[in-house]
């Protein structure tokens, strides 16, 4: 029985269809029908049932399913357990965002890649949620503030942000001087994210309203120095334009909540090690880049951070 057909049809099973599969392995879908026609010859039984929408477990394929991702699992680390020199091989599907990950997650995944040259690296950049265990991603790169899930999280650096407008919106809107006040203004926002400032040690929590909505921190930095509206984003994204003066920050008494830069992967005891060794990477280029990430704010005050459960 090859582990390539068994590792074929996990694919299969968790992305629902043979193209969708296809396209997490990188080959063609005749290579994938190919491969299922084979297992489930040598194992006398359906696995899978073909329909125009996709293919979906039978019970036998149901049963099969957990058995087959241990198998290819075990044999994973065992590979790892015995290359020479810590080198890396396999495949390695990361989601990350789009807002930073171009400019400055990019080039550790680039070092990483010439580092390990058998390692195969493939990264989707999106500012959208990305479920990495159905849509088959190996681990996620994600910033902010984590919400409660099964995932496993890993800190790799800090986030500090800035709330921001334009020298024109503050001159025909006014700054708001307190977190309250924000509610009256225009937010630039992803969605209907909360806002949280720190008071003292104290988290002040805002729920903004605004008319200008983007999945992208890029975008809202743009809007925010045409005067749409105050963003709330990452000093990555605004620093050059306050530098420029297009940006000023505002309510410099009531700093935003700092964050953090993570890595996700799905529940596992023992992680494996392409996905320590790219923690390892992001955690020697972000845990003290500030000038990156950004910096604590002047005022002599460092935000609290805190982290939630993944």
């Given at each position: 029985?090859?582990?390539?057909?068994?590792?074929?049809?996990?694919?299969?099973?968790?992305?629902g269809g043979i193209t969708s599969a296809a396209r997490r392995l990188g080959i063609a879908k005749s290579i994938v029908s190919r491969r299922l026609a084979r297992l489930e010859d040598d194992l006398g039984a359906?696995?899978?049932?073909?329909?125009?929408?996709?293919a979906a477990l039978t019970e036998a394929g149901s049963t099969f399913r957990d058995h087959a991702a241990r198998v290819v699992a075990e044999i994973d680390a065992a590979k790892e357990a015995i290359l020479p020199n810590g080198e890396l091989r396999g495949r390695l599907r990361v989601a990350a965002p789009l807002s930073f990950g171009p400019t400055h997650i990019a080039p550790a995944l680039a070092e990483l890649a010439r580092t390990h040259p058998e390692l195969h690296v493939h990264v989707c950049y999106t500012d959208r949620f990305v479920d990495i265990v159905a849509e088959g991603y190996d681990c996620a790169v994600r910033l902010g503030h984590l919400q409660d899930s099964n995932l496993i999280a890993r800190r790799v650096g800090p986030i500090y942000g800035r709330l921001v407008a334009s020298p024109a919106y503050i001159a025909a809107h006014g700054a708001p001087e307190s977190p309250d006040e924000i509610l009256a203004h225009q937010a630039l926002m992803q969605g209907t994210e909360?806002?949280?400032?720190?008071d003292g040690d104290t988290i002040v929590t805002i729920r903004p309203q605004g008319r200008f909505k983007a999945d992208n921190g890029s975008a809202?930095?743009?809007?925010?120095?045409?005067?749409?509206?105050i963003g709330y984003l990452p000093d990555g994204l605004v620093s050059r334009h306050i530098a420029a003066g297009e940006l000023v920050p505002l309510m410099p008494r009531y700093p935003v909540r700092s964050a953090g830069m993570f890595v996700l992967r799905p529940p596992g005891q023992h992680p494996p090690r392409k996905i320590r060794v790219l923690t390892d990477?992001?955690?020697?280029?972000?845990?003290?880049?500030?000038?990156?990430?950004?910096?604590?704010?002047?005022?002599?005050?460092?935000p609290t951070s805190q982290q939630s459960a993944a």
């Open positions: 029985m090859n582990v390539e057909d068994l590792r074929t049809f996990v694919e299969v099973a968790d992305a359906q696995l899978l049932a073909r329909t125009t929408r996709g909360a806002w949280q400032f720190m809202l930095a743009m809007a925010a120095v045409a005067g749409i509206g990477t992001l955690i020697a280029c972000f845990g003290q880049a500030a000038d990156m990430m950004g910096a604590p704010p002047t005022d002599g005050r460092t």
